[in-house]
């Protein structure tokens, strides 16, 4: 099989991925081109990007492969309201004319999709993977292990919300599994809705919002809504949620249980409670990762250890993990959640399906996640001119120069180069970049430019070489999915006085010697760059490094709160009007926020919702 194209959609973050002889070409998700985030509309424009990334027609491909399996959705969610009649009746009733309507005949919606990019295209080509399948394959045959065990954890598949895998060579197997309704995704998503932030959205904010609680009601949790077993398998009390058949995800037990309702984003600020919640949940989760953790090791004697499923982004557990040395190497899938399941459906059916060989790759084969699209010199220029921006076109080595000796002067810039990542995290491809050294970066940033909370902590990108200087890591961590503490070496203690802030205050004490990366419990969510996956990248801060003494900047995501991450030189320029960015560079060409037009500038703070 020369071409498989893997899609995953119709839940959230819809994408779409081509191998081509098995090798990993190209990725994308949906909400880049549509700009609505986390967009589940069937992927369109990502199935065109890879195809023409590719230089193919669809007719050219030789099966397209959806990441899960409908029907067994179906049924799981039937025989959920049969069990729980006649609870749930209401939320039943709204979802089945959706359900007869589209998605229970969904190879021939898919099929209808599809002709709409080639209208000759046969039926007999789509294929069908398994929800948890896909996100285990995605973790496992990019790897670089010739075999490991494969943890998934999300909210729900079809029935599996956790399941082990063994991978070997090119077979895969799931081993067991833990099915709905006991998630650990659900069960995170149920705090993450009682403090006020959007499911399948807002739970990287309960993660960031956890260092400034203490994990007061781990107890709580434990004893009223988790079974923990000891190999760290669990079951969830439903007396307290309503996620199986209602539409919110907590009920009135729940908020019997923590004494308050859930919080009202528009109405209500979060207090010390929301802190205390998010910083239990937080712990009850990393206790169970490494509890499943220290009991595979020890049943299967297997040294490596990849994951993938929502959970896997918990670069917060990550760390934890890896900390605990239970296994000799970890990897983690960079585009773990549902959009990641694209790519694994297309080597479920690669490797598994077709028994084909694999040569594994000692660093991995997702190519930094760097497999989004790109654009030539020529077409950025074009775009730029068309919308009437001002611009300089700079040879690298002065582009480089002129950006390390802005952001050495605290200027925000937008940084678009290369090929967009693929996976929720920008890597130097659509960054943000600023000098963690200042005191004042993180609240500017995250109030003047990215419109959002302030508790909310920035990433460190760091050269791989002078990582642990400055970070208690000794791993590379290439893909922002592993949390470390800043080296004692770097920190500045707090004062008494300052420790008994209430947590936000916090942000304002200045931490360490790299306070805008350093969360108020000196903890980093770490990037190392490395000079063979993206040079330009390592080259600027490798020259931020020699003007300041400091081989790290500030790496966040290029959009605003509630917006995807840019795709287009127009999105980036947009977004540059319509923040206080102060630079943008784009390929080689060079813009400064004085020179543009001020008929140019966007109102970009109410755009785009809340997320």
């Not at 995605?138 to 598949?157: N, Q, R, Y």
């Not at 995290?425 to 990215?450: E, F, T, Y």
């Not at 966040?556 to 509630?562: D, W």
């Amino acid at each position: 099989m020369k071409y498989i194209l893997g899609i995953s959609c119709f839940y959230h973050d819809s994408a779409a991925s081509i191998l081509k002889n098995g090798k990993i070409v190209a990725c994308a998700q949906e909400e880049r081109f549509t700009r609505v985030k986390h967009d589940s509309s069937f992927p369109f424009n990502s199935i065109r990007f890879c195809l023409n990334y590719s230089k193919i027609s669809l007719i050219d491909i030789d099966a397209v492969v959806f990441y899960e399996k409908p029907l067994v959705k179906f049924e799981r969610l039937l025989e959920t309201y049969i069990s729980f009649f006649p609870k749930g009746l209401k939320s039943f009733i709204i979802s089945l004319p959706i359900w007869i309507k589209e998605k229970l005949f969904q190879k021939k919606l898919i099929h209808d999709k599809l002709k709409k990019i080639d209208e000759n295209f046969p039926l007999k080509k789509i294929k069908f993977s398994e929800h948890h399948l896909s996100h285990a394959a995605s973790a496992f045959f990019p790897s670089p292990f010739e075999e490991a065990i494969i943890l998934t954890a999300d909210g729900v598949g079809e029935w599996a919300t956790t399941t082990i895998a063994l991978g070997k060579k090119n077979k895969l197997q799931i081993l067991r599994e833990i099915n709905f309704p006991h998630s650990l995704g659900l069960l995170y998503s149920a705090f993450t809705y009682y403090c006020g932030f959007k499911v399948n959205s807002g739970e990287y904010k309960l993660m960031g919002l956890a260092p400034y609680g203490s994990p007061i009601y781990v107890d709580k949790i434990k004893k009223y809504l988790i079974d923990i077993k000891k190999d760290g398998s669990f079951n969830l009390e439903q007396k307290y949620f309503n996620y199986a058949t209602g539409l919110t995800m907590t009920n009135n037990n729940f908020h019997k249980l923590f004494g308050s309702q859930p919080r009202d984003p528009n109405t209500e600020k979060l207090t010390q409670f929301h802190m205390d919640i998010a910083a239990s949940i937080q712990k009850v989760t990393e206790d169970i990762i490494i509890k499943i953790a220290k009991s595979l090791k020890e049943e299967f004697k297997i040294d490596n250890l990849c994951l993938a499923g929502g959970v896997a982004l918990n670069c917060v557990a990550n760390g934890k993990l890896i900390k605990q040395n239970i296994f000799d190497n970890i990897w983690i899938q960079p585009a773990a959640g549902d959009a990641g399941g694209s790519l694994g459906a297309a080597l479920t059916f690669f490797y598994d399906k077709n028994l084909n060989q694999r040569k594994v790759n000692i660093s991995d084969d997702m190519s930094g996640s760097y497999l989004g699209p790109e654009y030539a010199q020529k077409e950025i220029e074009f775009e730029l001119e068309k919308i009437g921006a001002k611009f300089k076109i700079l040879d690298e080595e002065e582009l480089i120069i002129k950006s390390a000796k802005d952001l050495s002067q605290n200027k925000a810039i937008g940084w678009f180069q290369g090929k967009m990542e693929f996976g929720p995290r920008a890597l130097g491809g659509r960054s943000i970049l600023a000098n963690p050294k200042s005191p004042d970066m993180q609240k500017n940033l995250n109030l003047k430019v990215k419109y959002r909370e302030s508790f909310r902590p920035f990433a460190p990108s760091v050269l791989k070489e002078n990582a642990s200087d400055w970070f208690d890591i000794n791993i590379p961590s290439p893909y922002m999915l592993l949390v470390a503490n800043v080296r004692n070496s770097k920190i500045i203690e707090m004062t008494q006085d300052e420790e008994k802030l209430f947590g936000i205050d916090k942000l304002n004490v200045k931490r360490s010697e790299i306070p805008a990366v350093t969360h108020v419990d000196y903890s980093a969510r770490i990037q190392t760059v490395d000079i063979k996956t993206n040079p330009k990248y390592y080259n600027l801060i490798q020259k931020f490094y020699e003007i300041t003494n400091c081989p790290i900047l500030v790496n966040t995501s290029f959009n605003v709160r509630g917006e995807p991450i840019v795709n287009t030189p127009t999105d980036a320029f947009k977004c540059f009007m319509g923040t206080e960015l102060d630079k943008l560079v784009i390929g080689n060409c060079y813009l400064d926020k004085n020179e543009q037009s001020k008929d140019l500038k966007k109102n970009y703070k109410n755009k785009f919702e809340l997320d």
